[in-house]
């Protein structure tokens, strides 16, 4: 139980930190669902392997990944 506690508390600590964080893998995660929906042509790869790297690699890794290498230019 003390051990428990003590998570709780160091959690709560990081909590400030961790909200905006979390806020911000979702709108990433949001806008490069929305834009492999959007768009039919992709540097490598295609629609289904980006949706499953994107969701797979959802904290960042992911959607980062979309956008360095497989976004098509504009």
């Known amino acids: 139980m003390l051990l428990e506690g003590m ?3 160091q959690l ?3 909590f400030p930190f961790l909200v905006p964080l979390i806020i911000l893998e979702f709108v990433l995660l949001f806008f490069t669902i ?10 490598r790869g ?3 392997i980006w ?13 980062i990944l979309y956008f360095t290498l497989g976004k098509e230019d504009e």
Do not use: D, Q
């Not at 499953?52 to 959607?63: D, T």
């Open 34 to 43: 929305r834009h492999i929906l959007t768009h039919s042509t992709y540097k």
């Open 46 to 48: 295609n629609r289904t």
């Open 7 to 9: 998570k709780l508390e």
């Open 51 to 63: 949706m499953i790297v994107a969701i797979v690699g959802m904290n960042m890794i992911g959607p």
């Open 12 to 14: 709560k600590e990081y």
